[in-house]
């Protein structure tokens, strides 16, 4: 028999994510000391254990624009230059200490300038913050450039983005509100990136189903999705002789990422525990998937918590988790040469000696 994976082993893994969202990971008591700091007035409760439970139990009501309503806060006290570096640092901090080599952390710097900073200078925060918190460590991080679907400004924040690729910025993508907000609303934004050779991941399959993946392929040229599980609603069929429709194996068949985030996906109703995710049919169906944490803060979790629950929902292994690995860092925007250092000097290496640790431990 082998050793099971005990939580030490898991948080010692080295972990790939691509789907994390700066304002739904900040540490409940910064939310409070920079609240303040800068006078935001607006949190529920200045007790911390208090707020990081309010922030957990406002995510968990099983609608997406619901679980949205909870980032007023963490935005209002991300105003000044000096709370969005500090909150990027402490981010890139908190994903090494979880074992994460590899990240691509977003942010829509349009909810960051109601006290007068410019998008520039939101950008050049959350990079000098990330790489102060990633000195030292293994961590490589870069940032995703986000534009509220729900607003107008695609296509200035898509520009933002090719204007810091050199300094950090490796992606554009839409967020927000799904349902009634396509993709193909932001048409000229996603053109524009297509037409610099950037890239772009967008938020689609995630509150509406198959015509968001649809648009988000097809039209805006997605690279990868964001979420992507309601392309299950593509796959029919009984356990062991499904079907895929003609999307679902299109996506599929040309390894478009999906950027599964089975905690967030559950607290916004997309189904009803781990155990019920698609992420397990996905896997043994062998679509490109990858295993991410969404909002760490609202969803009260780590990639290594991520990685607990489908181990203890699927029996997942090593194998497994490493499998998942190699496709986020696979799928990663980063230049090819980074990806397979990545991949062949630290992932495969440490999962061998976890490998081997386990073998020691069986009997």
Known sequence: MTAPLTADLLARAPKALLHDHLDGGVRPATVVELASEFGYE??????????????????????LVLYLETFAHTVGVMQHRDAIERVAFECAEDLAADGVVYAEVRMA??????????????????????????????????????????????????????????????????????????????????????????????HAGEAFGLPSIWEAVQWCGAERLGHGVRIVDDIGGPPGAERLGRLAAYVRDTRIPLELCPTSN????????????????????????????????????SMTNEMAQLVDAFGWGLDDLEWMTINGVKSAFAPFPERL??????????YALLRAELALGTS
């Not at 409760?45 to 099983?62: C, E, M, P, S, Y």
């Open 109 to 202: 710097p349009e909810l960051c300038t109601e006290a007068g900073l410019t998008l520039d200078d939101v950008m050049e925060a959350i990079l000098d913050g990330f790489r102060r918190g990633s000195d030292g460590t293994d961590l490589t991080i870069y940032a995703i450039v986000t534009a509220m679907r729900t607003a107008a400004r695609s296509l200035e924040i898509a520009e933002l983005a090719v204007r810091w690729r050199d300094a950090g910025a490796v992606g554009f993508d839409i967020a927000g509100a799904e349902a009634g907000f396509p993709p193909t609303r932001h048409l000229d934004a996603f053109q524009y990136v297509m037409r610099a050779n950037f890239h772009a991941t967008i």
């Open 341 to 350: 250092r990545i991949i062949n000097a630290i992932v495969k290496p440490r």
């Open 42 to 63: 607006g949190l529920p409760t200045t007790d911390i254990t208090d707020l990081a439970a309010w922030f957990n139990q406002g995510a968990k009501r099983n609608d």
């Open 266 to 301: 559950v607290n916004t109703g997309v189904c009803a525990s781990i155990a019920d995710h698609p992420i397990g049919l996905l896997r043994r169906l062998r679509f490109r998937v990858t295993l991410n944490t969404d909002n760490r803060l609202m969803s009260d979790t």
